[in-house]
């Protein structure tokens, strides 16, 4: 396929991504055809995938204002997939224009459209990294430059661990980022969820993530909240997304078709 003007060159356009599905999903321009038709088969094995991400996104909207309004104004994005509408900074920076936001993502596509969109917010910065490798996030020049560990702020990890296998060791992973926080510091963790859900349709989406830079993990409800160690949750815990404080109680109806679990916790001390 010929490569749009604003993909960078080292990518693989004929390999599927997991950053570009999403952003197909939310409705946005940045991905490709075999992004679009990768999903689409997303979509035939799981027909509320679709609505798994807005409602994963409706969430992130909500943690963010939440933590914004609990005095938080500082906020690393890790796993931050291209920025469509309503992503941290918008959130953040409306309720909060101090705001300082890092984004981190591994997908170079990305990476490369944050940076055009965020160019000219000094109060932002875009860095290709790993979660997997959090002493890399951690001691990167420009998290250190745009953060001050110090004092709190929020890790988000949302709708990114289904993409870090049990090898990867996912838990030491967020010990890691704990341990570099400062007490009063938030954690926002969702993830996709097998709980309730059919076992030919979770074989039929794990065999469509196959094809892709990311093949999926999905976990439990215990699993989940066992990632808070350390962290004290807030109300109302581990839930499916829309549950967690939801604007209406409509929006909370038929919560287990948004597939992911999510929630927010905050370190003591």
């Known amino acids: 396929m010929q490569r749009p003007d604003w993909a960078p060159e080292t990518i693989d356009v004929e390999r599927p991504s997991v950053a570009r599905m999403y952003d197909y999903y939310l409705g946005g321009s940045h991905n490709f055809a075999v992004d679009r038709a990768t999903a689409r088969a997303m ?13 994963n996104r409706a969430f992130l909207r909500r943690a963010v204002q939440f933590l914004t309004d ?3 104004r500082q906020f690393l994005d ?20 101090d705001s300082r936001v890092v984004y981190v993502d ?4 990305a990476v490369a459209h944050s940076r055009e969109i965020l160019a000219g917010n000094d109060r932002t910065a875009v860095i290709q990294e790993d979660l997997r490798q959090p002493d890399r996030i951690l001691a990167h020049p420009d998290v250190r430059a745009m953060l001050d560990f110090s004092q709190p702020m929020a890790v988000l990890v949302v ?13 030491e992973v967020l010990r890691t980022l704990r341990a570099a926080l400062a007490p009063g510091s938030y954690l926002v963790l969702s993830q996709a969820s097998d709980d309730g859900r059919d076992e030919a349709e979770r074989a ?3 065999e469509v993530y196959r094809r892709t830079d990311s093949p999926l993990w999905v976990r439990s409800r215990a699993e989940l909240t066992g990632f808070f160690d350390g962290f004290e949750l807030v109300e109302p815990g581990v839930v499916w997304v829309p549950q967690w404080r939801p604007e209406t109680p409509e929006s909370a109806e038929d919560a287990e078709r948004a597939v992911f679990l999510g ?4 370190l003591g001390g």
């Open 43 to 55: 979509v035939a094995a799981v027909p509320q995938a679709p609505l798994m991400a807005q409602a």
């Open 70 to 72: 609990a005095g938080i």
């Open 78 to 97: 890790i796993g931050s997939g291209i920025p469509t509408v309503g992503n941290v900074h918008e959130i953040a920076q409306l309720h909060a224009p």
């Open 106 to 109: 591994v997908d170079p596509v």
């Open 159 to 171: 709708a990114v661990l289904h993409f870090v296998s049990d090898d990867d060791r996912p838990a």
């Open 204 to 206: 039929e989406a794990e």
């Open 263 to 266: 929630g927010v916790g905050r």
